[in-house]
Each structure stands twice: as C-alpha cells, then as structure tokens.
C-alpha cells in the first residue's frame, strides 16, 4: 500500500510533462487549416482526449490497482528469470556505455551529427506527394471523342471500349456513362472499373490502369484523350483530379492554345507524366459576321442595325404574347429554318439601312463559317487554358512537378501570359507549408510546457535534441520502404516527436532528482539513465510493435497508413539508441561550463593579484 504512492510521486513529473508534451505536439494538428485540417481535425482531437484520460488514468486508478493486486516480488524462475537475467546484464553494459559517453560526451555529439547528416542525405532520396496512389480494387477512365460526335456514334465507341476493358485479367465489371456531367457532352465517356479483391490477385491497381490505358488507345484510336485515375477519397477535396493542372492565362486565346500546345507536347514526351490533356476544345463551327464599316457607312447600316438583324433572323427575338381559349403563348419572331441553311442564306438576309431601305447582310459584311473552342474559361477577365496529366505507378508527385518545372524553365510563357499550378500538385505545396507550421508551433509549445515544466531553460532544449535524432532513422525506414513523403508521412513526423520526446523526459527527470540529493550532472545521470533502461525501452518497443499492423497492413487503402507505420517505427528506432547515448552526454555538460567557469575566474583572480 505504501509503495504505490510512492511511486507515482516519483513519476508523477515525468508522467505529467510527457502528457503535456504529446499534447503540445497534436493540438497544433487539431486546429490546422485547409484541407489537412479537414483530414486532421478529429485525429488531433482523439488523441488530445484520449492522452488527457490516460493521464487520469495513470495517476489515480493505475496506483490503486497496482497497490490491490501487485504482490511483493519474488525471486523469477524459468523463462522470466532468463528474461530477468538478460535485462540486468543489458542494464550493467549500458551502465558502463553511459560512463562512456559522458566521458566522450564530444564524440558522440559528432556521431549524432553524422546521424543528422545521414538522415537529411535520404530525406533528399524520399519522393514527395500529396496523397499515394491507392489498391482499393477500383479506378475510373474517362475518354473524350472529337468534337461533336453524336450520341449513336459515342454509344457504339463505349460498347466496344466496355468489351475491350472487361477483357483485361482482373476487371471483375465496368460500368459506362456517356454525355454524363455538368457539361453533358455526348462525346465524353466515362468508365467504372471494379476489380478482383486485392487479396485475390497478384497484379497491383495501377499496373491495371496502364494496361487499360493501353487497351483504351488501341480499341478506340479515333479518341483525343484517355485519363485513369483513382476513385476520389472524399468528395469535393480534389482527390482523384488530375495530380497536375498546368493553368496558363493571358487575352489572345489562339496564342494560349499555341503556347498550350507546345507544352503539352513536351509533357507528352516525359515519362513521368501520364494522361496528359488540354482543357482547349477546338473544331466547333461557328457562323461569323464581320462588319465591313466602310461598306456599311456609304449604305448608311450601323453596327447595331446589324446585329439586332443578325440576332432577331437567326437565333430569334421574342416579341410579345397572345390569348386564346384562356391560354397564354409567347411569341417569337425567325426565319423560317429552310431561309437559314447555308451562307447564301445568311448573305441573303436584309438588314434596314438608314435610309429606310433594306439592303442584303452580305453588302455590308464578311460571312463565313470558322473553328472555335466549344467554352473558353475566364478568371479575373484573362482567358485561360488548363493542362492536365497524372504520374504513372511508382512515380512521385513531386518527381513529376520537377520535370514539368523544367519544361516551363526551357519554354518560358510569351509576354503577357503568366502559369500557375493547380491541382494535387498545388495541394502538396501548400500542405507542406502547414505541416512546417505545426512543427514550429508544436515546437513551441514544447519548450514552454517543459520549460515550466522542469523550472529550466537549458534542459528543454536538451530534451528537444531527442526530436531530431529520429528523423534519420524515419527518413532511412521511408527510403527502404520505398514508401513516399505523404501528407500522413509528415503527420507521422509530428507524432514522431512528441513520442521520442517521453524518453528524454524520463532520464532528466530522474537525474535531476539525485542532483537535488547532492550530485553533480554526470554522477546523477550516470545512475539514473540504467534505472530507466526499463521504461524507455519499453515504451519505445510498445510503440514499434504497435505500428507494425499499421506499416505493413494489405488491406484496402492501407498505403495512405504505411509511410506513417514505418516513419514511428525507423524513428523510435534509432532515436531510441541514440537518446541513450545523447541525452547523457548533453546532460553533463553543466559540468563543463562550471569547470570552465572556474579556471576563468581562477586566471582573472591570479592575474590580478600578480
């Protein structure tokens, strides 16, 4: 019974700051903005419950517990007596590598660096990327036909592109859709493809994709564009868009498209871009007038004349309504559609002079039939042209941003057009942003709550040293992995820290307990890093097995979770062994400073008196 509280009086600190650390870390990420804080929101905040309760739990009903069922301990026998045994031979080797590196305190700060070093070598080697491409036995196609093909035509290309998809190895059924959306144009069609379980099948969702690229360019060779692309997450949040959209703005829209043209060409030509598209859409026909003004000033036609003519004739004016049997009906004035056929036609049609007299449209204008883009998108009054493209399978984002960046540093825009990026690509930069924002906010936080915390300003910072230290065992787990720096890799990174961080706590801690009882800095933690070898490693291999499930789970959609499995675990890894080794060392240095300090003011003294 008198153990307990005891015991939990010892640890209380400890048990206190490594809460308050946790949630220094995750509550920057409960209220982070935009589309991470959207992901984020309810994570943040269950972890912020959850450890608050924990904590409750750990300083009220653990100890009671453990004072009600714990028996006084026995000597252990069979296996736990070997796992015993092992333990305290682990606890006399550490005790005498402790001594050590206090002693080498200055080597192993090297080695720490190079351990930095290392780490930031294979940070450089991990891909970045907004969301992983992910196994969900599932992915849409789209296909757009020329421009203005009808709807029989369209249903017979997506019958033959049905067929031509169901035959590959794995597609269970597809699902077709012609003239869908808010555009509604018979020549797009779009395709659900649902595949054999992931566990049913050795061929991974995006080899699919690429072969039903390939078979959707062979069926259909008469198509301008073919696209395949993951079935969207959330609805609404772009996922499942084009990875990249290449905006490209300025007034001329012929010389948008020609420049557009020289782009998408170059991307075209990459292979680590794919789908590849322009939002241009030429080869609708258009009817058009050009008023010839010195033609129409010596007949006297004004360009109004001209265009209400043109309007009321063609497209039609209404003009008024009339009452019959109790019924209401609008009335429209055209001509007659056999009158407005062909050019003769229109060049026929009498537009009225100043004079009162009417005179053929031909007399006073240039009529003829030309291409024109099916819609032009406007933003701020500029005409602009999107282009389109994904990565192929095994291809980060991030990779595909650069080489997109380097066409656009080879084929800068013409004056008076500017480039932006959109899309997953534009997601990803600004994702990265709020993440580095969370770790400075998390950061400091930290120094705060361990600052009050241990009454210090020097030991947080040493405390904080922790962080960095898992950073190149996260980045070296990603890299063998072959795993990519997603948006929940780099949470992962957060949650990294705040866990790395207990251990640090709980040496300090206990060492800053025999400084108060008389010893020096190296003394104390010479004697209290071996008593909390045990809880340490404890923690850190709770932490590890824990995330197994989470970094090598098969299931559906589990790439999203992988790189933050095996980031916790290649961090705790190594900041685990190099904590053991850092933070005592770090800690002894008080002990310099003060010696330091000493022969200063020794030599001052002597100088003065001699």
């Known amino acids: 019974m008198e153990a307990a509280p005891k015991a939990t ?6 048990v206190l700051a490594g809460t308050f650390a946790t949630l220094a870390v995750f509550v920057p990420i409960a209220f982070m903005d935009g589309l991470v804080g959207r992901f984020f929101l309810q994570y943040g905040l269950a972890i912020v419950f959850s450890v608050s309760v924990s904590l409750l739990v750990a300083l009220t009903l653990s100890p009671m517990l453990a004072s009600r069922f714990l028996k006084s301990e026995k000597e252990k026998t069979g296996w736990l007596g070997q796992i015993e045994s092992f333990h305290e031979n682990m606890r ?12 080498r305190r200055y080597l192993v700060f090297l080695g720490a660096a190079i351990s930095l070093f290392i780490g930031g070598l294979f940070a450089g080697m991990v891909p970045a990327t907004f969301m992983p491409l992910t196994d969900r036995s599932e992915f849409l196609a789209s296909i757009e036909l020329p421009l203005g093909t009808g709807i029989e035509t369209a249903k017979e290309a997506s019958l033959r592109a049905d067929e031509a ?3 590959i190895e794995d597609v269970e059924y597809v699902f077709v859709t012609a003239g869908a959306g808010t555009n509604q144009k018979t020549n797009l069609l779009d395709f659900y493809v649902d595949l054999t379980p992931k566990q049913g099948r050795f061929v991974k969702q995006g080899a699919i994709m690429d072969q039903a690229r390939e078979v959707l360019a062979k069926t259909l060779p008469e198509a301008k564009d073919i696209s395949a692309v993951e079935v969207p997450w959330v609805s609404g949040a772009g996922v499942g868009s084009a990875q990249i959209e290449l905006i ?3 007034s001329d829209l012929t010389t948008i498209n020609e420049y557009a043209d020289i782009l998408a060409g170059k991307m075209r030509a990459v292979p680590e871009l794919v789908d590849v598209a322009s939002t241009y859409e030429g ?9 010839d003004r010195n033609r129409a000033a010596d007949l006297g036609v004004t360009a109004r004349n001209v265009a209400a003519a043109s309007q009321t004739l063609i497209g039609g004016r209404d003009a008024g309504t009339f009452e019959a049997e109790g019924r209401r009906y609008d009335v429209r004035v055209r001509v007659d559609e056999d009158k407005r056929q062909t050019l003769n036609d229109v060049a026929r049609l009498p537009v009225r002079s100043g004079s009162g007299s009417l005179v053929d449209l031909a007399a006073v204008a240039d009529i003829e039939v030309a291409d024109s883009p099916s819609q032009i998108d406007r933003v701020d009054r500029a005409r602009q042209i ?17 080489q997109v960046d380097k066409i656009l540093a080879n084929h800068p825009p013409p004056e008076g057009m500017s480039t932006k990026m959109e899309g997953m690509a534009r997601r990803l930069a600004d994702t990265t942003s709020a993440i580095l924002l969370a770790f400075a906010l998390a950061f400091v936080a930290l120094y705060i709550v361990l600052a009050s915390q241990f009454d210090s300003f020097g030991q947080p910072v040493l405390i904080m040293l922790t962080a960095p230290l898992s950073f190149s065992g996260a980045f070296i787990a990603l890299w063998l992995s072959n795993q990519e720096l997603s948006m929940f890799a780099q949470i992962g990174l957060i949650a ?9 706590i709980l040496l300090v801690d206990l060492a800053n307990d025999y400084r108060r009882n008389g010893m020096n800095a190296a003394d104390a933690m010479q004697k209290a890093a071996p008593e909390r070898l045990r809880p340490v490693l404890m923690t850190a291999l709770a932490a590890i097995f824990g995330m197994m499930p989470v970094a090598f789970a098969q299931s559906d959609g589990a790439e999203w979770r992988n790189a933050m499995g095996f980031i916790i675990m290649g961090g705790l890894a190594t900041s685990t062994f190099l904590t053991l080794l850092v933070v005592p060392a770090a800690y002894a240095l008080p002990d310099d400073y003060a010696r330091l300090k000493t022969r200063v003011r020794a030599k001052l003294s002597g100088s003065y008196w001699h």
């Open 9 to 14: 009086k010892r640890v209380a600190l400890a």
């Open 92 to 103: 006399k080797r550490y005790e005498k590598l402790v001594g050590w590196s206090i002693r």
């Open 165 to 167: 998809l169901r035959k």
């Open 248 to 250: 490209i703005s300025g």
């Open 283 to 291: 080869g609708r026909p258009e009817l058009q007038i050009r008023l």
């Open 386 to 402: 999107t282009i389109m493209a994904n990565t192929p399978p095994g291809v980060a984002l991030s990779v595909a941003v650069a």
């Open 496 to 504: 990294l820290m705040g866990i790395v961080m207990k251990n640090g």
